[in-house]
């Protein structure tokens, strides 16, 4: 097993992640452009497979739109029954997430 | 003015695509078109795929089905523009290096909204493209919204909270 605290893309490659479970957390942040103290919603999962390696880790998501992606799969925990293949392209504001989905066979 | 946005077409896509296709693999927001050859042998393929990216237009979803491919676009508001760009995606997928895999394919369309019209049918037709309405309740609120957005007493009431807030110096 690999120890992994938290799963950190790299812009424009790829990690396949499988998750096992999932809670939001308000947690308090620095603004990097006005350096002040913000507060943000944050959907974390707890990942145990990450490029078929096994791993016990966190993946955190603060952006609206890449949440929004999995949000029909939390009220279910249905994530469960698929892997995630998570692309993280461009930076900052026009920062995109492709995200595909594959059902566990 | 700090202004709270709502990622519609965002969970529009991602319950649609969950209910209507849960046992294939689908893509999310998936680049399309080619990638030049020439940047890969230099950078390689990753980097050349990052570099190329502010030039690579994305597509909604692609749903990954035995036969064919199929390439979404959801809309809730600007319905035709979605279903103008869906042709326009279709000709860049078979130069798509993410997709290589999956081709041969036949590469088929799908406008996802919330509402039709006549028009917009007799347009997808033209464009052999197939509109699926898929309106979950939460949209309604949203459509709803929308269409009380044009109207005089909406404006009208929008009109005076903008005066008052300018008033008050709230946001």
């Not at chain 1, 396949?16 to 006005?34: M, S």
């Not at chain 1, 944050?42 to 993946?59: Q, S």
């Amino acid at each position: 097993m690999v120890l992994e605290n938290y799963v950190i893309l790299e812009t424009g490659v790829p990690a396949r992640l499988h998750f096992t479970d999932h809670v939001t957390q308000r947690r308090t942040t620095t603004d990097p452009l006005t350096g002040q103290p913000t507060t943000r919603n944050v959907l974390v999962f707890d990942v145990d497979r990450l490029d078929g390696r096994e791993v016990f880790a966190k993946y955190s998501i603060m952006a609206e739109k890449h949440a929004g992606q999995f949000g029909p799969y939390l009220p279910d925990k249905s994530y469960r029954g698929y892997d995630f293949l998570i692309t993280k392209t461009g930076e900052g504001f026009r920062t995109s997430w492709s995200l595909q989905v594959i059902p566990k066979a | 003015m700090a202004r709270k946005t709502r990622q519609v077409e965002t969970r529009l896509i991602a319950e649609y695509l969950k209910e209507r296709y849960p046992e294939f693999t689908f893509i999310m927001k998936q680049p399309l078109g080619a990638v030049s050859e020439e940047l890969m042998k230099e950078e390689g393929y990753e980097r050349a795929i990052k570099v190329m990216r502010p030039f690579r237009p994305e597509v909604d979803a692609v749903v990954i089905l035995p036969a064919n491919l199929l390439i979404i676009e959801a809309k809730v508001w600007s319905v035709v523009n979605g279903l103008a760009k869906l042709p326009l995606y279709k000709s860049l997928v078979p130069v798509t290096p993410e997709l290589k895999q999956y081709m041969p394919r036949n590469v088929m369309m799908q406008l996802v909204v919330g509402w039709t019209n006549p028009n917009l049918e007799i347009m997808a037709r033209a464009m052999d493209v197939e509109v699926k309405v898929y309106r979950p309740e939460w949209l309604e609120e949203v459509v709803e919204g929308m269409h009380k957005y044009w109207t005089s007493e909406y404006q009208a009431e929008r009109q005076a909270k903008i005066r008052m807030r300018e008033y008050f110096g709230v946001e």
